[in-house]
T-cell receptor
Framework: GAGVSQSPRYKVAKRGQDVALRCDPI?????LFWYQQALGQGPEFLTY????????KSGLPSDRFFAERPEGSVSTLKIQRTQQEDSAVYLC?????????????FGQGTRLTVV | DAKTTQPPSMDCAEGRAANLPCNHS???????VYWYRQIHSQGPQYIIH???NNETNEMASLIITEDRKSSTLILPHATLRDTAVYYC?????????????FGQGTRLTINP
């Protein structure tokens, strides 16, 4: 596909379960971002990769959140022992290369509901 | 990253130009002004960005003041499909400091 693809689109997890959210960036894009968007709020930055290197993880809210991009393409955001406050839309974005002068393209997001 | 200030909501009549203001008085010389919008239940959509010159593309125009402390996004002929939350973002040019920092945005409603 031409755009950023995220799966699943919707995920319901019981409190305490582990979840894994997948992001397929646009082919060849170097930079990849994860964001969390709570209901009615703007997206909040979680973490940033340049190729396989995780250069910024300052937005990850706790050590229950872990992201990886082992081969510099597909990325997975893992949340361990989910809590109700983790309920949100998780957005992934990619851009062609590093630097702020090129736009980032977002996927449709994964809506996580923790019950 | 510099902060931005936007009005929380605006209305515009269909077919008219929608002018969305943004203040970014602490912007530094290597920071870009980006605009994204988010239609309900979708991911943010890139609109336009600029450094200091005015920019235009098929979606919108971006007017940046000479001192770069504010900017205006112009949708020249708004349609109902332009109803969305519009985010003005200042994004750093330093390698590794390129994350997009979203605020609350402006909820633009286009009225028939």
């Amino acid at each position: 596909g031409a755009g950023v693809s995220q799966s699943p689109r919707y995920k319901v997890a019981k409190r305490g379960q582990d979840v894994a959210l997948r992001c397929d960036p646009i082919s060849g894009h170097v930079s990849l971002f994860w964001y969390q968007q709570a209901l009615g709020q703007g997206p909040e930055f979680l973490t940033y990769f340049q190729n396989e290197a995780q250069l910024d993880k300052s937005g990850l809210p706790s050590d229950r959140f872990f992201a990886e991009r082992p081969e510099g393409s597909v990325s997975t955001l893992k949340i361990q022992r989910t809590q109700q406050e983790d309920s949100a839309v998780y957005l992934c974005a990619s851009s062609p290369w590093g630097g702020a002068k090129t736009e980032a393209f977002f996927g449709q997001g994964t809506r996580l509901t923790v019950v | 990253d510099a902060k931005t200030t936007q009005p929380p909501s605006m209305d515009c009549a269909e077919g008219r130009a929608a002018n969305l203001p943004c203040n970014h008085s602490t912007i530094s010389g290597n920071e870009y002004v980006y605009w994204y919008r988010q239609i309900h239940s979708q991911g943010p959509q890139y609109i336009i960005h600029g450094l200091k010159n005015n920019e235009t593309n098929e979606m919108a125009s971006l007017i940046i003041t000479e001192d770069r402390k504010s900017s205006t996004l112009i949708l020249p002929h708004a349609t109902l499909r332009d109803t969305a939350v519009y985010y003005c973002i200042v994004r750093g040019g330093i390698q590794g400091a390129q994350k997009l920092v979203f605020g609350q945005g402006t909820r633009l409603t286009i009225n028939p």
